[in-house]
Structures are given as structure tokens and as C-alpha cells.
Nanobody
Framework: QVQLVESGGGLVQAGGSLRLSCAAS????????MGWYRQAPGKQRELVAH???????NYADSVKGRFTISRDNAKNTVYLQMNSLKPEDTAVYYC????????WGQGTQVTVSS
């Protein structure tokens, strides 16, 4: 069973940056599209970015131009570089397969203060 472990979250002021990492176990990582999702309090979980096995990327309009998703298949790791953070980016961030997520990890909290 694939396990996903997210890290890199924290508290940052508006305009700041964070880099999230997600380490995945299992050999299927490299052939699958991976996504970063987030869930803010009282809201549904949403997909903010995904990256295919070939490195093609797509972003939600709310983060386009500010977030960059990347992956290192040799390390079974996917990253999310978040720049120009806004208070509305505050959420728990998760990585998972896209478009069909599997078991969720614990996520990593990102809090952006104004």
C-alpha cells in the first residue's frame, strides 16, 4: 500500500514563501500523475496543482503564477513551491494521486498571516 508523507508547512507572513515536500512509498509513483490538494477550515478539499509522469503541470486559477509543482521520480518525491502567499492560502495541504486519490496522508499545515 502506498504511503504519502507531507512536510514543509508552517507559519509565514503574507508575501512569503514555503516549499512543501511529499515522499511516497511504492514503485508506482513514477508512472502516475500526482497532485497537491488543500483543505481550508469549513471548505471542501480542492486540487491546486498536478504534475504528470512526463512533467506536464496544471494549476488552479487561484494559485497560477504563484505556485510551482515539481517531482523527482528517483526520490519518489513531489514538491510544491509556494510564493507570494496570501492569507486565503491557509489550509492543510496534502499530496495524492490525481485524479483518483488513494489513502490520504496526515497533510501539512500552512498558515499565512496578514
Amino acid at each position: 500500500q502506498v504511503q504519502l508523507v507531507e512536510s514543509g508547512g508552517g507559519l509565514v507572513q503574507a508575501g512569503g514563501s514555503l516549499r512543501l515536500s511529499c515522499a511516497a512509498s511504492g514503485s508506482i509513483f513514477s508512472i502516475n500523475t500526482m497532485g497537491w490538494y488543500r483543505q481550508a477550515p469549513g471548505k471542501q478539499r480542492e486540487l491546486v496543482a498536478h504534475i504528470t509522469s512526463y512533467g506536464n503541470t496544471n494549476y488552479a486559477d487561484s494559485v497560477k503564477g504563484r505556485f510551482t509543482i515539481s517531482r523527482d521520480n528517483a526520490k519518489n518525491t513531489v514538491y510544491l513551491q509556494m510564493n507570494s502567499l496570501k492569507p486565503e492560502d491557509t489550509a492543510v495541504y496534502y499530496c495524492n494521486f490525481s485524479p483518483y486519490p488513494r489513502k490520504w496522508g496526515q497533510g501539512t499545515q500552512v498558515t499565512v498571516s496578514s
